[in-house]
Every structure is written in structure tokens, then in C-alpha cells.
């Protein structure tokens, strides 16, 4: 199941950093993350700080 990122996003780019397959991208308001390309790894919530990607 792909994550993805909810609006208590900080936009600090933690998420995106620790991506292995790079499937962040910073959005308009906030970052987000290409469900095609996660491979629900988990890397991401593992590094945010404010817990902003989540499961699907």
C-alpha cells in the first residue's frame, strides 16, 4: 500500500531525502508522493517530523 502525505506537512524535505526511490516531489502547497513509483518502504515516515506520510 503507497503512503501518502497529509496536510500537517512542514515542507522541510526530510520525506523526500530519505526516499530510496525518489517517488517525493515537492507540490504546490505541500510535498507529495507518486503512487506509482512508492514502494511503501516506510523510509519516509521513518524521517518525518511531524509524521505527515501515512499509509493509504
Do not use: H, L, R
Not at 502547497?29 to 506520510?53: L, N, R
Amino acid at each position: 500500500m503507497a503512503y501518502i502525505i497529509n496536510d500537517s506537512c512542514i515542507s522541510c524535505g526530510a520525506c523526500a531525502e530519505a526516499c530510496p526511490v525518489q517517488a517525493i516531489t515537492e507540490g504546490e502547497e505541500f510535498y507529495v508522493i507518486d503512487k506509482d513509483t512508492c514502494i511503501s518502504c516506510g523510509a519516509c515516515a521513518d524521517t518525518c517530523p511531524v509524521g505527515a506520510p501515512e499509509e493509504e
